[in-house]
């Protein structure tokens, strides 16, 4: 499991970085997030969530079913949007209200 990190959105926030579990996250000398060891990745998805540019994006590998779609996070009239983007050009959006996702 593994995730990407857009430099070119990212805005330095530095959010990712705070929330990654495994501190994997590291900022380079202009302020940008990347990931130095993608491999390491623990799949928490934390980062992702946290990132208000969508610039950190999951990569839903074939070994858990996605064949290479990949996945980031929209926040939107108190809603979190699971936007899944599938190789083939395909979107696929599933909303969550964080308020009920404890319910079940």
């Not at 330095?12 to 900022?27: A, F, H, N, Y």
């Not at 202009?30 to 998805?45: E, R």
Request: proline content about 5%; hydrophobic content about 30%.
């Amino acid at each position: 499991m593994s995730i990407a990190i857009d430099r070119e959105k990212c805005v330095g926030c530095g959010r990712c970085r705070e929330v990654c579990p495994g501190t994997l996250i590291k900022i380079d000398e202009t302020g940008k997030a990347y990931i130095k060891y993608p491999k390491d990745c623990w799949g928490c998805t934390s980062c992702v969530k946290e990132c208000p540019v969508n610039a950190v994006k999951f990569y839903l590998g074939a070994d858990i079913g996605g064949t290479g779609s990949m996945v980031h996070t929209e926040k939107s009239k108190g809603l979190l949007r699971w936007v899944i983007e599938r190789p083939d050009g395909t979107v696929t959006n599933i909303d969550i209200d964080p308020k009920e996702s404890n319910k079940y």
